[in-house]
């Protein structure tokens, strides 16, 4: 076998860890860190002389006229080195150069045939340690390259099945970023050999993300959108459970946010809620309801207020109406709105008097504020 072969063995090995490696930590991991994990963990050791000792000799018995001799060469002990022994390297004497280590020493035989004979042989014992030292410099460096560009492939083909969230959330301006968990203690890796475990590069940490006014705007009109198809068909819908409305907007929205590996997607948080999920939490919470009074209104907004945290700064609030005097209900939603304990004002009304924007202090914070977006559709069907 040869070192070569080791090399080529230790990346096919290498590949197949990381492919089974789950798709968020991939996007994660910096790329040349995790090479560097790889390298060190796999990496095999120069042939070094160990110049504070000399070469030693063994002399054999005599036979016929010829003086065996075991040449003992001083290295430097390093982890792997017998690897690095007992491995071929690309380039070689046809007639062979046997090694092997015994302790801290590369030992080989040969026979004295005339005054040169040591001195040849020195000579061709150091040309085997250098074409296996250039063979291992190869190799260390293809499992950096190698490894690097495997990951950063990777990452791209991730990012690549995933274009189509990519572009939409650039059209909304999300700012989206991948979480990273707190890093693992770096490892000073110039100390290997008193290492006894290498530490794997952990996932860096993440800026929080925020939406504003703007991005909020932006996702409502999806859901706005989503809701109006309702109305056009109010029998159809109006039959159905609050859950199964929500169902199909989530589906909606899903199709056009699509689940992305490190979690952005428009998931279920409860029996009739919604909620945007990126990498770093839960930043806006969606309630679909059905008209059934004041009370059950101020409800609402309660169980809206139980699934914000002090980091989210929106909510939305959707509720369908399948009875008649659809105004008047809208104006009664307003109404009930008032009545919140939380209530600080109305921002916007205009036109359209079945959407409007409310400011309520946050329950556990008064100084925090919180806009609730408040969404109602005729449901009804006569």
């Known amino acids: 076998m040869s070192i070569s072969e080791y090399f080529n063995e230790a990346i096919t090995r290498i590949k197949k860890e990381i492919s089974e490696s789950s798709e968020e930590y991939l996007l994660r991991v910096n790329a040349t860190e995790l090479a560097e994990y790889y390298a060190q963990k796999y990496c095999l050791p120069l042939i070094e002389r160990d110049e504070t000792r000399k070469i030693n000799l063994k002399k ?7 003086v065996p001799l075991r040449v003992f060469y001083p290295v430097v002990s390093k982890q792997n080195l ?43 014992l ?91 705007t932006t996702l409502i009109d999806y859901i706005r959108n989503s809701c109006l198809s309702f109305e056009k068909t109010p029998i159809v819908f109006a039959k159905l459970e609050e859950e199964d409305l929500r169902n199909i907007i989530l589906g909606n929205l899903n199709a056009i946010f699509s689940g992305e590996a490190t979690g952005e997607t428009f998931s279920k948080l409860g029996k009739t809620d919604i909620y945007l999920k990126i990498s770093e939490g839960n930043i806006l919470i969606i309630e679909c309801k059905y008209w059934d009074g004041k009370e059950k209104y101020i409800d609402g907004i309660d169980q809206l207020f139980r699934y914000l945290t002090w980091r989210e700064n929106y909510g939305v609030l959707v509720t369908f109406v399948t009875k008649e005097s659809f105004t008047n209900i809208a104006q009664k939603a307003k109404e009930a709105t008032h009545k919140h304990g939380t209530f600080i004002n109305i921002l916007t009304s205009g036109q359209n008097t079945s959407e409007f924007i409310t400011v309520h202090r ?12 408040h969404l109602l559709f005729n449901l009804f069907a006569g």
């Open 60 to 66: 054999g018995k005599s036979s016929y006229g010829r």
């Open 126 to 216: 150091e040309k085997v340690i250098g074409w296996k030292n250039n063979d291992v410099r190869a190799g260390n460096e293809s499992i950096r390259n190698s490894i690097k560009t495997y990951v950063e492939s990777k990452q791209e083909i991730l990012k690549q099945e995933y274009k189509k969230l990519g572009s939409i959330i650039e059209k909304v301006s999300i700012p989206l970023e991948i979480k990273r968990e707190e890093p693992l203690p770096i490892v000073d890796f110039s100390v290997k050999e008193e290492l006894k475990t290498l530490i794997k590069p952990s996932p860096k940490k993440s800026k929080e993300l925020v939406l504003d006014d703007t991005k909020v």
């Open 82 to 124: 017998e690897t690095v022994i007992r491995r071929s390297s690309s380039t070689y004497f046809m007639t062979g150069f046997p090694l092997q280590l015994q302790g801290d020493w590369l030992v080989t035989d040969t026979e004295m045939h005339d005054e040169n004979s040591l001195k040849r042989l020195i000579e061709n």
């Open 362 to 373: 946050f329950p556990e914070d008064a100084e925090k504020k919180v806009k609730i977006y």
